[in-house]
């Protein structure tokens, strides 16, 4: 018997990224993007997707906070943390905010901490390793910009959609 896997409440549209993968396999004109493999997975949920808002941000969770703080609207949270493996960027404080606030995921380029506790938040948590190590807080960062993450190309607006298979990035929400 299978367990089921949590989904995102925000996942009203059912997609698989291996059957999005097979329809823009040969799609070069950048519209349809495939994130590497190196992402783990914190969260409680599984499968996720939304519209994409990012920040750019390094060894500062300033702009982490402030954004999950706010209300998620099924949003996926996408940041760009240079990819350091030296501080988290969110926790099980941030994460159970991002949960209470309506996020249906968070995509870190970067690290986590807390992992017991992420692992009950009901949203997709992505990133690529756990390090305790907090940040400092400068307040430094911006939101709202396209990033690079693992070296493709996200920017706000695009339509994220992670699950056990990977992550893909469309500009235009899939439907079905």
Known sequence: MTKPVPVAASAAVSFATCDLCDTH????S????????????FGAVQKFSGRV?????FEDNSLVKDAVDSPGE??????????SLRRALLGGNLGAAAA?????GVVIDGCVRDVAE???????????????????????????VAVQIQG???????WLYADEDGIV????????
């Open 169 to 176: 990035v469309m500009t235009a929400p899939f439907t079905n």
């Open 74 to 83: 099924a949003r996926v949270l996408v940041v760009d943390g240079g990819a």
């Open 30 to 41: 950048g519209a349809f993007r495939v994130l590497p493999p190196v992402f783990r997975s």
């Open 53 to 57: 808002v990012t920040v750019k941000c």
């Open 152 to 158: 493709v190309a996200v920017r706000p607006g695009d």
């Open 25 to 28: 396999k040969s799609d070069g």
């Open 118 to 144: 992420l692992a009950r938040c009901q949203t997709g948590i992505r990133a690529l390793a756990a390090m305790p190590l907090p940040t400092e807080k400068h307040q430094q960062g911006q939101r709202d």
């Open 100 to 104: 209470k606030n309506g996020w249906a």
